[in-house]
C-alpha cells in the first residue's frame, strides 16, 4: 500500500515535470512578462497543491521546493538568462557603442526607448530596432 502511494506520488510528479512545464516554458521568453503571466503563476500553485494533496489555502514555498519545480517567475528569469548566455554574440556591450576604456564597458548595452512595450520585450536586449 505504501509503494502504492509512492509510486503515484512519482507519477504525479512525473507528468506534471514532463508534461505542465514543456507547455510552460514554451516562448516563457516572450510571454513571461506579460499580464496573464500572474494568472499562470495561480494555475502552477493550484496544479501543485493537488499533486501534494495539501488544502486550496496551504502555502507553496515549500511544495516547489520539495518536488524541484522552479516557480514560473523564476523559470521565466532563468530562460532569459540561458537565451542570453547561448546568444551572447548577438547582443551589444558598451565597448561596441563608445571606444571609452571604462569599468563597464563588459556590461551590455540596454538603448534608450520611450515606448513601454518595446521596454518590456526580449528584443530591447538584443540591439536590434524594432
Not at 501534494?52 to 532563468?78: D, E, H, M, T
Amino acid at each position: 500500500m505504501l509503494l502504492d502511494r509512492e509510486l503515484n506520488s512519482h507519477f504525479k510528479s512525473g507528468y506534471f515535470m514532463y508534461g505542465l512545464l514543456c507547455v510552460l516554458q514554451y516562448g516563457i521568453i516572450f510571454w513571461g512578462n506579460s499580464t496573464h503571466a500572474h494568472q499562470v503563476f495561480k494555475l502552477q500553485k493550484r496544479v501543485i497543491r493537488v499533486m501534494s494533496g495539501v488544502g486550496p489555502r496551504s502555502s507553496c514555498r515549500s511544495l516547489f521546493r520539495k518536488l524541484n519545480i522552479l516557480p514560473i517567475a523564476c523559470q521565466y528569469v532563468l530562460s532569459l538568462m540561458l537565451f542570453i548566455v547561448d546568444n551572447q554574440k548577438d547582443f551589444l556591450t558598451n565597448a561596441h557603442v563608445h571606444g571609452l576604456d571604462t569599468r563597464n564597458k563588459n556590461h551590455l548595452y540596454l538603448s534608450i526607448v520611450s515606448l513601454s512595450c518595446v521596454q518590456k520585450g526580449i528584443f530591447i536586449l538584443w540591439g536590434q530596432n524594432l
